[in-house]
């Protein structure tokens, strides 16, 4: 069965500072990993996402993700945070085997960067 | 989030009512999708239409009941629903890459505000 984790409810990062949200996942295929970012009142925003190919995938607003297949990691991290990248950050998994478009969604993360 | 559209983006209801949410696609997707969002839940997936036929139903109660007329529109007729019930309703849409079914990234509407009181 699939399943993502973030172990994380919150992340407080300063402004400038580098920040991490951590996501894990088990599927039993090729996975397809993606992050989302959902600020306050607003629908889900498609920020990255891994297929296949290189590990290391950059994605909008400066944000990338490493894929770590030993680890079954899919990490987003961005160099230097921004006041305005508080919002609530998801990953999602899908088993690129599958003949659905089913994703699986962690619980999510909350990221505050302050001043 | 612009090529996804919902409406309406709050409702308020009581148990006894009839209400529909509708979502509209102008991406050119063929699946669509219903989401639940709820505090401190994960994202509850609801149903899945690729093409217009429905290939996911995810446990849902009976008085939750969608209907996709075309690749473009996705409804969600409500009816008799529970406090609980309560929560924002996401649509999404993907493009559908072949006739295995293999769908690409999910775009999401802005939700509709749902409360049952």
Redesign the interface.
Known sequence: AQSVAQPEDQVNVAEGNPLTVKCTYSVSGNPYLFWYVQYPNRGLQFLLKYITGDNLVKGSYGFEAEFNKSQTSFHLKKPSALVSDSALYFCAVRDGSSNTGKLIFGQGTTLQVKP | ?TG?T?TPRHLVMGMTNKKSLKCEQHLGHN?M?WYKQSAK???E?MF?Y?FKEQ??NNSVPSRFSPECPNSSHLFLHLHTLQPEDSALY?C?S?P?KSE????D???????T?LTVL
């Open positions: 989030e996804v919902q699946a999708y839940k994960p994202l997936l899945v690729n290939t996911e996401l999404a993907s559908l295995r079914g293999i769908t990234t999910q775009y999401f509407g802005p939700g505000r």
